[in-house]
């Protein structure tokens, strides 16, 4: 008796060509075990489609055989939402060759593109129009567009930007029944009823499955300051990001470093002396004076601190990396020697 799975291949394969059906084991293998090697699923095929018409066909397949799919993007979850079922029940449904930015209009600040484009290649593609887009994590060079909206992503500018909820304006996708729903359309006063586009953001891929966004993009940084600072407490951290935020909006990300780790990392005995360390990071889009402003900002924030003695200077000279991997500069404590040196170093954005 022949399987419902194998039927649905079969009927892939004649309908969309063999480019869009993968059934060797050994190419299979890498797609079924998330990143962490927790979760491991069993597929007998990876269906790939070149457009949204094609996943449709897809969807509309799969019904028809009553196999179940299970989107994948880059793989890069953390949750093994992306893993088949071990019993090898369903198919995996890969966005990666659809992989093309549609627009970028950097007067509406917007970017339309399809499911499998790479984060990374959104960032590079934005900044040459003079934009950004404001999200960004670890999993950069492999998280795709799709995977990022279906699981509502977060990354390192959540404080300012939001997640990527927030950053997305309009979604297609393909609904259970095969249907397509466009949504792309960025109108801001859009009161047409129910918001099927937020349904659609963090569903992974339960209600349908996203196909292309319509994206936020931000004018690009010139200038970016960070800065490290030694606190007492999480609750110090909390009242110096609060006092930051009020005199500035420029404030990306606020990240708290466990006392533990910071002796780690600073093998500094001083260091044994600090509960908390915050790590804010300061960029502004500011042409020109770019440099100025965000070792302003930077400088505010040092100033702001709980303990008012901040030691901050500000070297204007050329721009570095060093072997903590960030480009930027450090603000210390007077008195707690973390063998780092106490400057807010700006950085120009590359």
Not at 52 to 75: D, F, K, M, S, Y
Not at 290 to 310: D, Q
Request: proline letters at 5%; aromatic letters at 2%.
């Amino acid at each position: 008796m022949v399987s419902p799975q194998s039927c649905l291949i079969d009927a892939v394969r004649a309908a969309l060509g063999d480019k869009a059906v993968t059934t060797d084991p050994a190419a299979i293998d890498p797609w079924l075990h998330d990143w962490r090697g927790r979760y491991d699923g069993v597929s007998p095929a990876i269906l790939s489609p070149a457009d949204t018409a094609g996943v449709a066909t897809i969807v509309r397949l799969a019904a028809e055989h009553r196999v179940p799919l299970v989107p994948q993007g880059g793989n890069t979850s953390m949750v093994g939402g992306a893993t088949p079922p071990a019993d090898g029940s369903a198919l995996i449904l890969s966005l990666r060759r659809m992989n093309r930015i549609r627009s970028i209009d950097p007067l509406d600040n917007l970017a339309v593109a399809e499911a499998g484009v790479i984060l990374a290649d959104l960032h590079d593609a934005a900044i040459a129009h003079g934009r950004r887009f404001p999200l960004t994590l670890g999993a950069k060079g492999s998280a795709t567009i799709g995977g990022l909206a279906s699981t509502n992503a977060g990354g390192t500018q959540v404080l300012r930007f939001g997640t990527m909820r927030a950053l997305i304006a309009g979604i297609e996708a393909v609904l259970p029944d095969g249907q397509v729903h466009d949504g792309l359309s960025a109108l801001k006063k859009d009161n047409r009823g129910y918001d099927l586009d937020q349904l659609l953001i963090g569903a992974e891929g339960t209600l349908g499955i996203i196909t292309a966004a319509t994206l936020r993009l931000a004018p690009a940084i010139a200038a970016r300051a960070v800065a490290w600072v030694g606190l007492a407490s999480p609750d110090d951290a909390l009242r110096l990001l609060r006092q930051m935020e009020a005199q500035t909006r420029a404030i990306e990300s606020f990240e708290l470093l466990p006392a533990r780790i910071a002796r780690r990392g600073f093998r500094s005995r001083a260091a044994n002396a600090i509960t908390a360390i915050g790590c804010a990071s300061v960029a502004r889009p500011d042409r020109g004076g770019g440099n100025r402003c965000a070792a302003g900002a930077a400088g505010r924030l040092a100033r702001t601190s709980t303990r008012p003695r901040v030691e901050h200077r500000t070297d204007r000279g050329r721009d570095h990396r060093d072997d903590r991997g960030a480009g930027g500069g450090f603000l210390a404590h007077p008195g707690l020697d973390l063998g780092l040196r106490t400057c807010a170093r700006p950085r120009r954005a590359t």
